[in-house]
Every structure is written in C-alpha cells, then in structure tokens.
C-alpha cells in the first residue's frame, strides 16, 4: 500500500469549526430519547445554540431519530422559523406590507441590497448582515417601516440607508 493511500484512509480529524459545531450536536442530541416526536424541538434547540441548520446536522438528527433525511429536511424547509443558511449578526427586516409598498419599500429594499451586495434572504459573506422581508410589522403609521434587530425606522427614506447600515458597523468597531 502506497503512503498516500495509507493517508486516505486514515481518519482525519474534523476541522476545528465542525468540530466544536458536532460537540454541541451531540450535547443537544443527548438530552432527547431519540423519539422521532422530538423532531421540531431538536430543530428549534439546535436552531437556537447554533444559529441555523446546517445540512450536516440535519442529517445526523436523521441518523438519531432513525428518520429518512428527506423527512427532516422537508419539516426544516416547511416552517419559516428554521434558518438553513447562517444568519447575520444584525438583520435587516423590511416590510413588504401594502402599507409599505404604496410608500417606497420595493426602492428601500433594491437600497440595502446595493449598499450589502445582497439579495432578500441573503446574508453577507461576513456574516455581519442577513436582508428578510416581512409581511407587516403593524405598524402602518410608520410606512415604509424597516426593524434591524430591535430597532425599528419608520419612514424609512433610501438616503438612510447607508447611514443606517454604519451605525451597525460601528457598533463592531467598537467592540
Ligand atoms: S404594511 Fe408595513 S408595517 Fe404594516
């Protein structure tokens, strides 16, 4: 056997990242029983101490409740609480309400997705800002509404924009 098949089939260890992402896998894994009505609990616990879903660990919640990996990621992709992608730092929801249409939001969210680089549902490659849109935040008064994380702008205006997105990039300077 040459060296280099020698070194294939050796196992190699995870990289730190995936390694550190499997360990809290198996911790959240170990404190369910493996019954496959856990299911939506597993997802929105690992959802919550890992930040989305990643394809990986739906894959071994497959593998625990014994279920067809196409059945878990169907619920995942069902119900818009789950995230499969990384979400960002900061989010960015802007309305797309009626309320909110008729006054700007189509010209508010083609804004942020120049000033990102990003497409609605996208999130930035630093992982800084993910861009949704929402149906209505209820408060109309205020259209064109836009919340990033708690904040909420109400009428929102595109010179905003950039100013806005800064505030959030300094917070991360000054941290
Ligand atoms: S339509 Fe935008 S807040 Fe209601």
């Known amino acids: ?8 089939t050796k196992p190699q260890p995870l990289p730190k990242d995936e390694q550190s992402a499997a360990d809290t896998l198996d911790e959240i894994l170990a404190s369910y029983r493996g019954d496959k009505s856990e299911l939506i609990s597993i997802l929105q616990r690992t959802q919550l101490e890992m930040g989305y879903l990643a394809e990986e660990s739906l894959n071994r919640i497959a593998v625990f409740l014994d279920l067809p990996s196409s059945t878990v990621f169907g619920v995942a992709t069902f119900y818009a609480q789950f ?21 700007g939001a189509p010209r508010i969210l083609a804004e942020f997705e120049k000033e990102l680089g990003i497409n609605d549902g996208e999130t930035t490659e630093d992982l800084e800002f993910t861009l949704e849109t929402v149906a ?39 941290e």
Do not use: H, W
């Not at 056997?1 to 294939?8: E, F, G, H, V």
């Not at 509404?145 to 300077?173: A, C, F, P, S, W």
């Open 83 to 103: 995230k499969l992608r990384p979400i960002g730092k900061n989010v960015v929801k802007i309305c797309r309400g009626t309320g909110c249409y008729v006054k």
């Open 136 to 174: 209505c935040f209820g408060c109309c008064a205020l259209a064109p509404v836009v919340v990033v994380n708690e904040d909420v702008y109400g009428k929102m205006t595109t010179d905003r924009v950039k100013e806005i997105l800064d505030t959030y990039k300094e917070k991360k300077d000054d």
């Open 1 to 8: 056997m040459s060296i280099s098949k020698t070194a294939q």
